[in-house]
T-cell receptor, first 113, second 113 residues
């Protein structure tokens, strides 16, 4: 059972464009939604995260939009750069659970120069 | 970067042989995790540990066992490797239970022929 569904599987964007990655979750008990970024040959690293009591969080060129009623959240990368080319994973967790994160299937982003 | 070392980084083995992957951390974090990463499946939790000798199963634990005899070491064992266990394995650590922030190692690529 896939509790966090992510789309698209791959995304190609021109430099300066906006990259959008979407995720949907099933478990309404989830209360923390991070995004991880992974470069080739490396482990994933925390990029940005949001709690469901806010609808949007912005850090630099990266923004998370959250729609609690639709059980959906998305990552927007503004002014995308070739250095943003990586695999992005959305995730969800229940605060206080030692089990930690349930991940989406990942989106491979390529930003063309 | 968090002090996480995975070994070996690459291994090729044959079906039916035992394999042990090691994760060593220097951060003294209580929580440790083993994930596998496969195309189209994202990161799936195999086993996790919430203290020395305290472990629990994740979503894809069949065919795997773990041990944690010291805070700094978390071992993943495939008792009899199968081709379906060909994957990239990531160890992760966390200081706080359920805070959604994991620090990942650089991965161990296992090929089972």
């Amino acid at each position: 059972q896939q509790q966090v569904k992510q789309s698209p599987q791959s995304l190609i964007v021109q430099k300066g464009g906006i990259s959008i990655i979407n995720c949907a979750y099933e478990n309404t008990a989830f209360d923390y939604f991070p995004w991880y970024q992974q470069f080739p040959g490396k482990g994933p690293a925390l990029l940005i995260a949001i709690r469901p009591d806010v609808s949007e969080k912005k850090e630099g060129r990266f923004t998370i939009s959250f729609n609690k009623s639709a059980k959906q959240f998305s990552l927007h990368i503004m002014d995308s750069q070739p250095g943003d080319s990586a695999t992005y994973f959305c995730a969800a967790t229940l605060s206080g659970s030692a089990r930690q994160l349930t991940f989406g299937s990942g989106t491979q982003l390529t930003v063309l120069p | 970067d968090a002090g996480i070392t995975q070994s070996p980084r690459h291994k090729v083995t044959e079906t039916g042989t035992p394999v042990t992957l090691r994760c060593h951390q220097t951060e003294n974090h209580r929580y440790m995790y083993w994930y596998r990463q496969d195309p189209g499946h994202g990161l799936r939790l195999i086993h996790y540990s919430y203290g020395v000798k305290d472990t629990d199963k994740g979503e894809v634990s069949d065919g795997y066992s773990v041990s944690r005899s010291k805070t700094e070491d978390f071992l993943l064992t495939l008792e009899s490797a199968t081709s379906s266990q060909t994957s990239v394995y990531f160890c992760a650590i966390s200081e706080i239970q359920g805070n959604g922030e994991l620090f990942f190692g650089e991965g161990s690529r296992l090929t089972v022929l």
